[in-house]
């Protein structure tokens, strides 16, 4: 999975409490984004980074939150956790972003079940 | 709205046979064009990418795609099918303008089924 690491691998968690997925990556890329996988959805882009410290929102941004202050991690934060936000999370990075003609490659994934 | 759709939830062939999993897009300008794929329990994996030129792009595994920029549309195939492509299969479109935020835009995806 191209030096991507996700942590945990899966977590069970109960409404209301706050949860922190990491992604770990070897390759030095810039950019790394956060999507979440739901039936019927494909992938739909959570908030991505273009650099340390700068972050942009995706199109389902709200309830989350993110933080970069090294190159090689990306953290996802969900401040309250609630039962919609029952899903799988990937990671992913690309060296550029892909209006630069390169593709993103994905970390193994987080399933995180919000009871 | 930009969006991408693919029609089919899932499609079965024989193994041996060809396979289509289509994928049709509404963004404005010529986006650039992908294929992912992803097995159980595992991350998506780059199959192929149309981004200009020949509008037959071959890819990883003997896949291929073809662009039809009339029809808006960027169809995966194999000319035979194995039983180890049974996967999930995504098509996602980067638009052109999108510059600085690697946004991709992903349809629901394609399960691939594929019987002995």
Same mark, same amino acid.
């Given at each position: 999975?191209? +030096?991507?690491?996700?942590?945990? &691998? ?5 409404? +209301? ?12 890329? &810039? ?8 039936? #019927?959805? +494909? ?7 273009? +650099? ?10 709200? #309830?989350?939150?993110?933080? &970069? ?37 994905? #970390? ?8 | ?6 029609? *089919?939830?899932?499609?079965? %062939?024989?193994?041996?046979?060809? =396979? ?18 992803? /097995? ?5 994996? !780059? =199959? ?7 509008? =037959?792009?071959?890819?990883? /595994?003997?896949?291929?795609? *073809?662009?039809?920029?009339? @029809? ?10 194995? %039983? ?5 299969? !995504?098509?996602? %479109? ?9 946004? =991709?835009?992903?349809? @629901?995806?394609?399960?691939?089924? %594929?019987?002995?």
């Amino acid at each position: 999975d191209a +030096g991507i690491t996700q942590s945990p &691998r899966h977590k069970v968690t109960e409404t +209301g409490t706050p949860v922190t997925l990491r992604c770990h990556q070897t390759e030095n890329h &810039r950019y790394m984004y956060w999507y979440r996988q739901d039936p #019927g959805h +494909g992938l739909r882009l959570i908030h991505y980074s273009y +650099g340390v410290k700068d972050t942009d929102k995706g199109e389902v941004s709200d #309830g989350y939150s993110v933080s &970069r202050s090294k190159t090689e991690d990306f953290l996802l934060t969900l401040e309250s956790a609630t039962s919609s936000q029952t899903s799988v999370y990937f990671c992913a990075i690309s060296q550029n972003p892909p209006t630069y003609y390169n593709e993103q490659f994905f #970390g193994p994934g987080t399933r995180l079940t919000v009871l | 709205a930009q969006s991408v759709a693919q029609p *089919e939830d899932q499609v079965n %062939v024989a193994e041996g046979n060809p =396979l289509t999993v289509k994928c049709t897009y509404s963004v404005s300008g010529n986006p650039y064009l992908f294929w992912y794929v992803q /097995y159980p329990n595992r991350g998506l994996q !780059f =199959l192929l990418k149309y981004i200009t030129g020949d509008n =037959l792009v071959k890819g990883s /595994y003997g896949f291929e795609a *073809e662009f039809n920029k009339s @029809q808006t549309s960027f169809h995966l195939k194999k000319p035979s099918a194995l %039983v180890s492509d049974s996967a999930l299969y !995504f098509c996602a %479109v980067s638009p052109l303008g999108s510059s600085n935020t690697g946004k =991709l835009i992903f349809g @629901q995806g394609t399960t691939l089924q %594929v019987k002995p």
